[in-house]
């Protein structure tokens, strides 16, 4: 049984949430209104996961999971507005800490809305349950590895070259740790990770201020750069597309593909005007099998895929699912993918 903290101002939204969790024998649920009721509660209940929301009275969600941290870290699911505010605070917290996160659910919803939002919750926490200590290990393993050495590759080896990555559960941090020290003398980087509307931009952006490599949104129409990053808009589809030469990003309304709106086997896919030996593909962690066939189809025609390996992914899902398909020319630990790309183009 998984012990679930509920740390949640709005008595309608505790109330919400404790129905979820008590639908199932599978959780056993306590509430606290603010994290000083929360503090209490954490000494006697002892949980396996806390819900936490972000914006409350007397403490924000924030300031509370940066103490918790310091001095009890627990696996933390973020309950978020989607908000440019709530995004921000949200990736903020995932940077502290937090394993996921999900969007509130409307007043209004439907029965079919709040139906599709227990389901996910309810994942988050399992996962959140069962992964805590992968990340804690991966955090532990990017602080002790050794500092890439400054490599130099010439401008030919990386001419009309493109890498993809897609992510999903656990992708947040994952990208950031994996941009990390990443040499800004690298083909152009599109990636699809999976996120909530109004979350692409402040991932993005918080990404560029953290990494070297330049980072941004995907916008309609716009050149891919070598030493550049482009992330995909959360509520459109990242499509590239060959012109005289050159690669563009083309963004896609159309509809969801496996459950998923940017999808990445949408953004593999559209790989294939590009020549497969120009091309490198990356799964990282993720919920379900999104890329997975994509990366098999574009494996199969001669490009170089990368999965991350078992060990250090929240969830083995996407990659787990590509390795089952047979297309995986190198499935590596999360802190040693970087620098196989570095590798791969010298």
Request: aromatic share 6%.
């Amino acid at each position: 049984m998984i012990k679930v903290l509920v740390v949640e101002d709005s008595l309608i939204m505790r109330k919400i949430l404790s129905k979820i969790f008590a639908a199932t024998s599978l959780f056993s649920v306590q509430c606290a209104a603010d994290p000083y009721e929360a503090r209490q509660v954490i000494k006697q209940f002892e949980p396996d996961v806390i819900t936490l929301d972000i914006e409350m009275p007397r403490m924000d969600g924030v300031t509370f999971l940066r103490n918790l941290m310091k001095l009890n870290p627990l696996p933390v699911v973020m309950l978020s507005t989607l908000t440019q505010k709530g995004a921000e605070a949200t990736l903020i917290a995932m940077e502290m800490g937090a394993i996921d996160f999900i969007g509130k659910p409307k007043a209004d919803s439907s029965n079919q809305g709040l139906e599709e939002f227990a389901e996910s919750l309810t994942q988050k926490v399992k996962v959140a349950a069962a992964s805590y200590q992968i990340i804690k290990n991966n955090r532990l393993r990017s602080l002790f590895r050794e500092k890439p050495t400054k490599i130099s590759i010439p401008p030919e080896k990386i001419k009309g070259k493109v890498i993809g990555i897609g992510a999903s559960t656990g992708g947040v941090e994952a990208i950031k740790l994996l941009l990390t020290n990443l040499s800004t003398q690298l083909p152009p980087i599109v990636i699809t990770q999976h996120l909530p509307k109004s979350f692409s931009k402040k991932f993005a952006d918080r990404l560029n201020g953290y990494v070297t490599i330049n980072v941004k949104e995907a916008a309609q129409g716009e050149e891919l750069l070598p030493g550049c990053v482009y992330i995909a808009k959360s509520t459109q589809h990242l499509q590239i597309i060959s012109k005289r030469g050159k690669y563009f990003c083309a963004l896609d309304n159309g509809p969801k593909v496996n459950f998923h709106r940017p999808s990445v086997d949408v953004m593999f896919d559209s790989l294939s005007s590009i020549a497969p030996e120009n091309l490198l593909l990356v799964l990282l962690t993720g919920m379900g099998k999104d890329g997975a066939v994509a990366m098999r189809n574009q494996a199969d025609k001669g490009a170089f895929c990368i999965i991350q390996d078992q060990q250090t992914s929240v969830v083995w899902g996407m990659p787990g699912s590509a390795y089952a398909l047979g297309c995986a020319d190198k499935v590596l630990p999360l802190t040693d993918i970087g620098k196989h790309i570095e590798n791969h183009y010298r």
